[in-house]
Nanobody, 122 residues
């Protein structure tokens, strides 16, 4: 069992930056893909970014390309999402996900964190 725990959310003005972190319990984190999903009020949960176990495969949803960067530090069992040039439409609860089936074209994760709120004011 792997439990992701997110941190780093908060309130930021449009154009600002935030860095989310995801710490995963369990010794097998380096073996797993991981990623981030988000859910805005009244909308379905959507994929944001994914990364495979060694960083060779990375993917983003179109709306965040060029603004968000996903990364991981396997020695620290930690993943990150650097978010720059934030927009009000990025406001959502952001969930860290680990393991599951991941390719550059889709991600069906197994383990979900509880989420961290990101609010971008205009």
């Amino acid at each position: 069992q792997v439990q992701p725990v997110e941190s780093g959310g908060g309130l930021v003005q449009a154009g600002g930056s935030l860095k989310l972190s995801c710490v995963a319990s369990g010794r097998t984190f380096p073996n797993y893909p991981m990623g981030w999903f988000r859910q805005a009020p009244g909308k379905e949960r959507e994929f944001v970014a994914g990364i495979n176990w060694n960083g060779d495969t990375i993917s983003y949803t179109d709306s965040v390309k060029g603004r968000f960067t996903i990364s991981r530090d396997n020695a620290k069992n930690t993943g990150y999402l650097q978010m720059n040039s934030l927009k009000p439409e990025d406001t959502a609860v952001y969930y860290c996900v680990i393991d599951g089936e991941y390719t550059a074209n889709y991600y069906y994760p197994t383990f979900w964190g509880r989420g961290t709120q990101v609010t971008v004011s205009s």
